[in-house]
């Protein structure tokens, strides 16, 4: 069965620190994306990648910074967390082909910064 | 840029009955996939069902159906004979296709309907 992991549920942080959201998926996929979920707003694409080492700016980019070392993780970094970063985080993975619609996610980790 | 509307909040029906959720986008190209997520209270992200732009016919899954509206650029999604395990929030996305020189682009969500199955 195909699998996204998060690393963690439930995180919570202070402003200032710098923080790590791990993602790591067992089905070889080429894409990667890491997405915000807020009440109200939906979810928007923070940065996505297509291969080792490549990355795109979604929507949202500011305050994030991403890391793809390895085909099999996708880490979403904040280098200062504030308040306003306080959200569910998904991350998601895909194929690419002639129809590379189908994402598969994880369970997501809501982050708290106090 | 596309965007995606749902104008729907919250709906809250009774069991068994059948409810539709609203759906428009916007786009200016003519390839693109459609699709409704459900995100129940796990947080789980579950992909429902799927339309190809290109395909007249309204995709269908079981109790879960659409009404594709190409010229209108509405997709609404039908649950028949809703059931408790129908509760969850519900998305609608979009993605353009093709995609060039494997660069993938993320799906563009709208915010979300809340759909509540009384029992």
């Known amino acids: 069965d195909v699998k996204v992991t998060q690393s963690s549920r439930y995180l919570v942080k202070r402003t200032g620190e710098k923080v790590f959201l791990e993602c790591v998926q067992d089905m070889d996929h080429e894409n990667m994306f890491w997405y915000r979920q807020d009440p109200g707003l939906g979810l928007r694409l923070i940065y996505f990648?297509?291969?080792?080492?490549?990355?795109e700016k979604g929507d949202i980019p500011e305050g994030y910074s991403v890391s793809r070392e390895k085909k099999e993780r996708f880490s979403l970094i904040l280098e200062s967390a504030s308040t306003n970063q306080t959200s569910m985080y998904l991350c998601?993975?895909?194929?690419?082909?002639?129809?590379?619609?189908?994402?598969?996610f994880g369970s997501g980790t809501q982050l708290s910064v106090l | 840029a596309q965007t995606v509307t749902q104008s729907q909040p919250e709906m809250s029906v009774q069991e068994a009955e059948t409810v539709t959720l609203s759906c428009t986008y916007d786009t200016s190209e003519n390839n693109y996939y459609l699709f409704w997520y459900k995100q129940p209270p796990s947080r789980q992200m579950i992909l429902v069902i799927r339309?190809?732009?290109?395909?007249?016919q309204n995709a269908t899954e079981n109790r879960f159906s659409v009404n594709f509206q190409k010229a209108a650029k509405s997709f609404s999604l039908k649950i028949s004979d809703s059931q408790l395990g129908d509760t969850a929030m519900y998305f609608c996305?979009?993605?353009?296709?093709?995609?060039?020189?494997?660069?993938?682009?993320?799906?563009?969500f709208g915010k979300g309907t809340h759909l509540i199955i009384q029992p």
């Open positions: 998601a993975s895909s194929s690419p082909g002639g129809s590379n619609e189908k994402l598969f």
């Open positions: 990648s297509y291969d080792v080492k490549m990355k």
């Open positions: 996305a979009f993605i353009l296709q093709p995609y060039s020189g494997g660069g993938a682009d993320g799906l563009t």
């Open positions: 339309q190809e732009a290109y395909k007249q």
